[in-house]
């Protein structure tokens, strides 16, 4: 089981940058991939990023892949996506979601954080 929770959100025009932060409690962080989803009004939640326990792999929707970055730190407890080049396009809530079966690009994300909204401006 673990607690998360999205900072970070913000205010962008479009071609700006942000940078989302994940904060995880409890001992088992390490343990478990960790995604990026986003959800804009009338919309699926749909995964943007993931990566594996260790970072050492990454996956990335076609719409995002070259402009956004997922990093973890494990010690921190702390998951990041750097994002780029931002379009109108991006905005949305983005959670942040624990993997718990499965691979990155389509398995099962059990633990959810609150969200923290992007809003890109032009």
């Known amino acids: 089981q673990v607690q998360l929770v999205e900072s970070g959100g913000g205010l962008v025009q479009a071609g700006g940058s942000l940078r989302l932060s994940c904060a995880a409690s409890?001992?088992?962080?390490?343990?478990?991939?960790m995604g990026w989803f986003r959800q804009s009004p009338g919309s699926e939640r749909k995964l943007v990023a993931s990566?594996?326990?260790?970072?050492?792999?990454?996956y990335y929707a076609d719409s995002v892949k070259g402009r956004f970055t997922i990093s973890r730190d494990n010690v921190k407890k702390t998951m990041y996506l750097q994002m780029n080049s931002l379009k109108a396009e991006d905005a949305a809530v983005y959670y942040c979601?624990?993997?718990?079966?499965?691979?990155?690009?389509?398995?099962?994300?059990?633990?959810w954080g609150q969200g923290t909204q992007v809003t890109v401006s032009s």
């Open positions: 990566i594996s326990w260790s970072g050492g792999s990454t």
């Open positions: 979601a624990a993997l718990t079966s499965g691979r990155l690009a389509s398995g099962e994300y059990a633990y």
């Open positions: 409890g001992p088992t962080f390490q343990d478990y991939g």
